[in-house]
Each structure stands twice: as structure tokens, then as C-alpha cells.
């Protein structure tokens, strides 16, 4: 908005020098129209802006064509009352196209370059009515030449606009691939080390609770060796959909690593956790996962750790070590189990 108000005023001020050159000064009235003009566009553009009223415009969602508009009703104006200063009106309006780059494409700059077109016409067809003497078939080549290049600018800002979003995409695919375990489409380690580091830090300053579960599949290497590291896959995305069906969404759900998983519960004590931990282990249990009667017990199961800050660890690795203890705690006692981390 300050760019385009700065260019304004340029415009403005070349109007002004060119008008003594040429010994044509401006009437009073005239002036107050152009800069009234501009001051009231310019307002209402930056009113909007500060009001939050341009991010409602759902047909102009980067809010570039609202000011564009604008800027061809201004620059028509410009014309129609300084009509020798048209040429360099049209060269200010492919300037003003560079803040659209990449935002919008052919048809978008089509659009626009047509209604300045038209208001470049229309701005000369109104002083010619007045009197003004004009020779018609160049003005009409001058448009046909401005609209033909602009065309040819929409079709290079087509070009970046697929750039754009494919580079976008491409950020987008980036970060999703360094968050998530791309075998079972959940958060990785990574991911799960920062929640729960931010997590701790924020009990530490504000207070709260939350709880750390690590969940371990039981026996799993006898699957993989009986049928295979594909079919083990296969098993893992099955089950990190099974458990992802028992948690909230403002859990965090991770592979751990191997077929060791881990859940953040934001928010939750122990005791209630274990609730949804109880439930989480029994819905494993009771699902049919292929050729589980192979497994020793005859189905898949897992053993389930759990430990809570700040009663178990004020900090993220003594939370970590007191769920593995936990984790270990309940492969010990049979498998298959929940079991809290003991009290300190």
C-alpha cells in the first residue's frame, strides 16, 4: 500500500512538471479530483486492510484484485484528465502488475489489463466528445499493443504461479516428510521428541500435567521372522491405525522406533489415561490382524508404559526413562498389560 501510494504521488508530480512544459496547467478543480481522488481510493484500500475486511473476500483471496481494480479506475482518471500523460500512465500499470506476480495467472492479468484497457479508451473517448482532437487509429493500436503485451505477461505469470504452488507443494511434502514415519504415516521421533519437550517446558513455567505412554508390540519378532520384514510392515500401518482410532486429536501418536510406539496425552493424569490406555490395549487385542494365530498367545497384543509429569519426571528424560522402566515393568509380568510407572 505504501509502494503504490509512493507511485501516486510520483505520477502526480510528472503530471504537475509536464503540465508547465507544455504550458497547460491544471485547473484548481481539476487537481482536487486527482489527488481527492487518489486519497479516498487509497483509504478505503488501507481501511480494509486494517479492518480484516480483505481476508473475507473469498474470490480475492491474496487481495490483489481489489487493488488492482482500484488502481485502473485511478489510472483512467489520470488519463481523462491529462490525457498527454497517458503513455506514461500505461507504462505505471505494467509496474503495478509486479506486485501480483506469482499470485495470479493468465486469466487473472487478462482480466485486469481488459478492463484498463477499456478504461484507457473509455478515458479518451470522453475528451474526444469534448473536443479533444485525437487521431482514433493510433489510440486504437496503442490499446490493441497494450493488451497484447500484457497477455504476454499473464502468460509468464501463469508460468510462476505453477512455480509457486508447485515450490509450495513441494515445502509442504518436505515438512510432512521430516515430521512423519513414512512406513505407518504417524509423527516420527523427531516430531514426538519436540511435542513432548514443548510439553514439559510448558508444565514447568505454567503447571498442568500430562502423560508419556510407550507402547511395545509383543513378540513381534516371531511374526517378522515366520512371514517377513513386508508382512511385519503391514502390520505395523494396521496397528498404527487400530490405536490411532482410541486417542483424542490432541494427542500425539509416534513411531518410536522398530515396533516400539509413543503416546503423548496432553492434559491427562496418569490415573485417566489408564482409562484410555486400558482401552487402547484391549481394542489390539480384539483385532484380526492377519495370520495373528501364529503368535504365541495366538493374537497380537501390546505392553504399554506409562509415566506422567510432573509426578514421574520433571524433565523430558527422566519422563522417557520411567516409562521404558514401566514398559520393562510390564513385559516382566506377562505382556499384554498397562502398568504406571512406580512412585518415587
Same mark, same amino acid.
Given at each position: ?34 489527488? !481527492? !481522488? *487518489? ?22 483471496? #491474496? ?19 491529462? =490525457? ?9 500499470? /505494467? ?41 482514433? =487509429? /493510433? ?29 509450495? *507443494?513441494?515445502?509442504?511434502?518436505? #515438512? ?7 512406513? *505407518? ?6 516430531? /514426538? ?14 503447571? !498442568?500435567?500430562? *502423560? ?16 517377513? #520384514? ?8 494396521? +496397528? ?39 482401552? +487402547? ?57 498397562? #502398568? ?5
Amino acid at each position: 500500500m505504501l509502494l503504490a501510494s509512493a507511485g501516486y504521488v510520483l505520477a502526480l508530480v510528472i503530471i504537475y512538471l509536464l503540465s508547465l512544459y507544455m504550458s497547460q496547467p491544471l485547473p484548481l478543480a481539476h487537481w482536487m479530483v486527482l489527488i !481527492g !481522488g *487518489t486519497l479516498i481510493v487509497q483509504a478505503v484500500l488501507w481501511a480494509a486492510t486494517t479492518l480484516g475486511l480483505d481476508v473475507r473476500l473469498g474470490w480475492d483471496p #491474496h487481495y490483489v484484485y481489489v487493488p488492482m481494480l482500484a488502481n485502473a479506475l485511478v489510472l483512467s482518471a489520470y488519463i481523462y484528465f491529462v =490525457p498527454p500523460a497517458r503513455m506514461m500512465l500505461l507504462m505505471g500499470w /505494467f509496474a503495478s502488475l509486479g506486485f501480483v506476480a506469482g499470485l495470479i495467472g493468465f486469466s487473472g492479468v487478462a482480466a485486469l489489463s481488459v478492463v484498463m484497457t477499456v478504461g484507457y479508451l473509455a478515458a479518451l473517448a470522453l475528451r474526444r466528445a469534448e473536443g479533444l482532437e485525437m487521431f482514433v =487509429p /493510433f489510440e486504437m493500436l496503442v490499446a490493441f499493443v497494450f493488451l497484447a503485451v500484457n497477455l504476454y505477461i499473464g502468460v509468464i505469470y501463469e508460468r510462476l504461479q505453477r512455480q509457486r504452488d508447485e515450490n509450495r *507443494t513441494l515445502r509442504r511434502e518436505l #515438512h510432512e516428510q521430516a515430521i512423519t514415519d513414512p512406513l *505407518t504415516g504417524l509423527f516420527n521421533r523427531r516430531q /514426538f521428541e519436540y511435542f513432548l519437550r514443548i510439553e514439559v517446558s510448558r508444565i514447568q513455567r505454567y503447571g !498442568g500435567q500430562t *502423560t508419556l505412554a510407550i507402547i511395545d508390540l509383543d513378540f513381534f519378532k516371531a511374526y517378522n521372522d515366520r512371514f517377513g #520384514h513386508v508382512a511385519g510392515d503391514l502390520i505395523l500401518k494396521e +496397528l498404527a491405525n487400530v490405536m490411532q482410532r482410541q486417542i483424542r486429536s490432541s494427542d500425539l501418536l509416534a513411531r518410536y522406533g522398530g515396533e516400539e510406539f509413543a503416546l503423548v496425552m496432553p492434559g491427562f493424569a496418569k490415573e485417566t489415561a489408564m482409562i484410555v490406555l486400558e482401552r +487402547l490395549r484391549k481394542a489390539v487385542e480384539d483385532h484380526p490382524f492377519k495370520d495373528e494365530q501364529i503368535m504365541p498367545r495366538g493374537n497380537l497384543t501390546v505392553s504399554i508404559g506409562v509415566a506422567s509429569c510432573p509426578d514421574d519426571g520433571k524433565d523430558f528424560e527422566s519422563l522417557v526413562r520411567r516409562a521404558d522402566e514401566a514398559l520393562y515393568a510390564a513385559k516382566e509380568s506377562g505382556r499384554n498389560l498397562v #502398568h504406571i510407572a512406580a512412585t518415587s
